[in-house]
């Protein structure tokens, strides 16, 4: 993630994952994509907060499920044959954490063009600016790199 | 091993002589007369010199040669053992620690410090004729002078394998002056059974000139365990140093009179020596029987070095990594073969069932290593606290043979000194104030280890003078932790000691009465799900017992249903299941069960978990135990055993208390492990552990 922002602040253009969460169009760094799996069957953690209600098995590792709809206040629709589950690591206080998170389709892998980037809009978006990296045009679409650190935590 | 650092390896093996060297010396404050500790002791050091000077370890080894210098006058009888020169031995010994793992931070003026004290406690115990001695002591010996030696040299079977080569150690030999060497050849097999990886010959060497035993003992440092070696001045014995044939070993009798020259290659040097011999019908039975009872009475003390490996621990940890994917593997076969008539399959199911279950012991077992090794470190302790703090006090040590997984032993370390440390400073009392209480005024502190149930409890006893309840009270309500006036149990207050920075010493003393440690034990048993008892009786001590589980691992689970979701219990925790009464069905209903009298409160995992759905008709209580304290949850159905492959719990999940893992099931869904102490830590029961008693008591 750290990599994708400065390549993005060196201008370089960057693989990114595609994925459609709610009417949002999301992009992470193509490098802290593990794997990108169907849905399988979850385990609720009573007592987590909402967008970490469940946990997953992912290849014998117990992983928390995130669903961060939640956080963007997004209405939670059921999963659909399009949903996918995108295994993503991240680097929480200096350790690597394995987290799944939840995606209503997931597109292609493709590279944006960073030149298209543009900061976060102060207004005109509900959601808080902390969990925008930025936001960049793809095509004729606004794509929001979130950071899912603070998203997360 | 052969990829290896060698300086990794001396390290490793430097660490156990070192440990081996502190426990003899400790056995030596006993028993001062006992030579075979002092032998001990001297063989440890005399190798640490020498392997040091090996790995380029120049100052361990000039430092450990001054040292075993003077412990040699001790090995002699010149001097007696002391408690001071034991003390001083104890310092030199932490000295070469220092100087292995961080030589540049180490000053030297501190070793010559030691060496002067361990030189004045020497030379003071020797006659007073003696003058003081020489940094080579070694010269008034008369071996020294002597024409020249009589070797005899009789290897262990398996040295080649290590990767001795007697040859070059004969070649060492030569250097210190003009050898004949006469090899033993009465063990040699026939051709057809020799092993040519396995060493038959030994050798009679007759060196002359003026090496001293100590040279001629030190080109065998390195093997010296694995092998007889005798040494014989040249004027003790018949003179006819040019007739080996006299050395006695029957079997040598005729075919190799000449000295056996340099020989390319070990193997090949055997079979060589080997053909020439094979006529001579060999009586090997007899001298090959001897020499297995002198190696083995040489060699007495290590039997079992051979039968045993260094293995890294990182590698134990990634085996039973490995097995718990398996084990989780195989609950899913076992799943879906239970699903399929395919009775090839559930006998395949079957069998790869139980294999894994003895793997996964076998792996588990690896792992456990007994807690004695442990409970030896801390004797050292003792002694210097007892000497600091002027506190005679006897060290006892119960229950060394019970195992724990490595990594609870490794973690237990520093809990165990802070608890000993409290109980040598605040828990006996100085002599004089139990003298007057009728006690002996020596203390005794008893460390002990043991199995019950799925645990294993370790317990710190002292027989001081017990915890002050209303001290430890006062203190508390003065730094705000309780309101004055609540009522609380004396368990309860003793809780307090636990908080961070709390301490009741009215002086602070260089090794306790900041209040730092406390809180470091209770963080690190509870890291351990383990949890700390206390019990105390004023005047007559405290017992501070540690309940920790076997390993951290596997365990054996309960497994449960809550509405559609599927729980694991630790058994270890579990009493007994029974079926919730009719009055406990309606939620508004009493919410404790009446357990042989006992009123037990419980749980209902159903409303704690916001489980959906219907509640079971037949609900059932599983009643658990934490500590003293029992109470009950009640779930929907009980499942049935499971062995629980614990994973822990992501950091994103840190804020969910209830729960201390996850494991994965037959299926290959995560269930949640429930942690009882933290439901009831969690204020989730009623009642607090005494609380509950008090109920029990009323009922």
């Known amino acids: 993630m750290t990599d994708f922002v400065e390549a993005i602040e060196q201008g370089h253009a960057l693989q990114v994952v595609m994925m459609r969460i709610g009417p949002e169009t999301f992009a992470l760094g193509a490098g802290m994509v593990r794997e990108i799996i169907d849905p399988i069957p979850t385990t609720r953690v009573a007592g987590a907060r909402p967008h970490l209600g469940h946990v997953v098995n992912v290849r014998g590792n117990v992983v928390p499920l995130a669903d961060i709809r939640e956080r963007f206040g997004m209405p939670l629709a059921a999963a659909t044959p399009d949903t996918r589950f995108v295994v993503i690591e991240l680097d929480l206080d200096g350790d690597p954490t394995l987290v799944a998170l939840v995606a209503d389709k997931v597109f292609e892998v493709t590279a944006v063009a960073l030149v298209s980037r543009q900061p976060a809009p102060k207004i005109g978006t509900a959601w808080r600016p902390e969990y925008i990296r930025s936001i960049v045009k793809s095509g004729d679409d606004f794509v929001i790199i979130p950071d899912m650190q603070a998203i997360l935590n | 091993m052969t990829d290896h650092d060698p300086r990794e390896v001396f ?123 020489a940094p080579e002591p070694e010269a008034p010996d008369p071996e020294a002078t002597a024409a020249g030696w009589r070797i005899g040299i009789a290897f262990a079977p398996e040295v080649l394998r290590n990767g001795t080569n007697p040859l070059a150690l004969l070649d060492e030999l030569r250097d210190l002056g003009p050898c004949t060497v006469v090899p033993r050849l009465g063990n040699l097999p026939d051709l057809a059974a020799l092993d040519p990886e396995s060493l038959a010959l030994g050798w009679d060497v007759t060196l002359r000139g003026s090496a001293t035993r100590e040279a001629i003992e030190d080109v065998f440092l390195f093997v010296r365990d694995d092998m007889v070696l005798t040494l014989t001045p040249l004027d003790d014995i018949a ?20 000295p056996v020259a340099p020989v390319p290659a070990q193997v090949s040097a055997q079979v060589s020596a080997q053909v020439p011999a094979k006529p001579s019908a060999n009586p090997p039975a007899k001298p090959a029987a001897s020499e297995a009872e002198r190696r083995g009475s040489a060699r007495g ?31 899913r076969l076992s799943q879906l073969a239970g699903h399929h008539a395919d009775a090839g399959l559930q006998t395949i199911a079957e069998e790869i069932e139980r294999l894994s ?56 370390a520093d809990p165990l000194v802070h608890l000993i440390r409290n109980a040598i400073d605040h828990g006996i009392e100085d002599p004089a104030r139990r003298g007057t209480s009728g006690k002996d005024a020596t203390g005794r502190i008893l460390l002990a280890a043991e199995h019950v149930g799925g645990q294993v409890h370790v317990t710190v006893r002292d027989d001081g003078a017990g915890l002050d309840v209303a001290r430890i009270r006062a203190k508390a309500e003065e730094r705000g932790l309780v309101a004055p006036g609540t009522p609380l149990t004396d368990q309860q207050v003793y809780q307090f000691l636990f908080a961070p920075g709390f301490s009741t010493a009215q002086q602070i003393s260089a090794l306790s009465g900041r209040g730092v440690g406390m809180d470091v034990v209770k963080k690190t048993i509870e890291a351990l799900r383990g949890s700390i008892d206390i019990t105390t009786e004023p005047g007559a001590g405290t017992a501070i017992v540690l309940r920790l589980p076997l390993t951290l691992a596997i365990i054996e689970g309960l497994l449960i249903r809550v509405g559609d979701g599927r729980y694991v219990l630790p058994l270890a925790a579990v009493e007994e299941c029974v079926e919730l009464p009719e009055s406990g069905r309606s939620e508004r209903g009493r919410d404790f069960l009446n357990i042989r009298g006992d009123l037990v409160p419980f749980l209902r995992l159903r409303s704690l978990f916001e489980a959906a759905g219907e509640p079971d008709p037949y609900q059932k209580v599983i009643i658990v135990s934490v500590g003293e304290a029992w109470f009950g949850l009640v779930a929907d159905q009980i499942l049935g055993n499971h062995q629980t492959v614990i994973k822990s719990l992501s950091k994103l999940h840190a804020d969910v208390t209830t729960f201390s893992g996850a494991t994965i099931l037959g299926d290959g869904t995560a269930a949640l492990i429930i942690d009882p102490a933290q439901l009831m830590a969690g204020g989730q029961i009623g009642a607090a552990p005494d609380g509950l008693r008090d109920y029990r008591e009323v009922a």
């Open chain 2, 11 to 133: 390290l490793a093996e430097a660490n156990e002589l070192l440990d081996r060297l502190e426990t003899t010396l400790l056995d030596l404050g006993d028993r001062p007369d006992d030579s075979a500790l002092i032998d001990t002791a001297f063989r440890a050091l005399h190798t640490i010199k020498g392997s040091g000077a090996m790995f380029g370890f120049d100052r361990v080894a000039a430092f450990t040669h001054d040292f075993e210098t003077a412990f040699d006058l001790v090995r002699r009888g010149e001097v007696p053992t002391s408690a001071a020169l034991v003390n001083v031995s104890l310092s030199a010994k932490d000295y070469i620690r220092t100087l292995i793992e961080d030589p540049d931070a180490t000053a030297p003026v501190i070793g010559e410090a030691i060496l002067a004290e361990l030189e004045r406690l020497v030379s003071r115990a020797k006659a007073p004729p003696e003058p003081a001695y």
């Open chain 2, 301 to 331: 003390t290590e039997p079992r070095a051979a039968s045993t490996m260094r293995v890294e621990a990182e590698r134990l940890d990634e085996l039973l990594d490995r097995v718990g994917e398996l084990v989780i593997a195989q609950a």
């Open chain 2, 357 to 412: 279950a003895q793997l996964r012991d076998t792996t588990m077992s690896i792992r456990m290593v007994p807690i004695g090794a442990l409970f030896s470190r801390f004797r050292r302790l003792v002694h210097d606290l007892s000497g600091d703090l002027g506190k005679p006090v006897t060290f006892v040590t119960e229950g060394e043979e019970t195992e724990l997984d490595k990594t609870v032993i490794e973690r237990l």
């Open chain 2, 239 to 258: 003179p006819a140093p040019d007739a080996p044939v006299a050395v006695p070993v029957p079997a040598v009798a005729a075919p190799v009179a000449e």
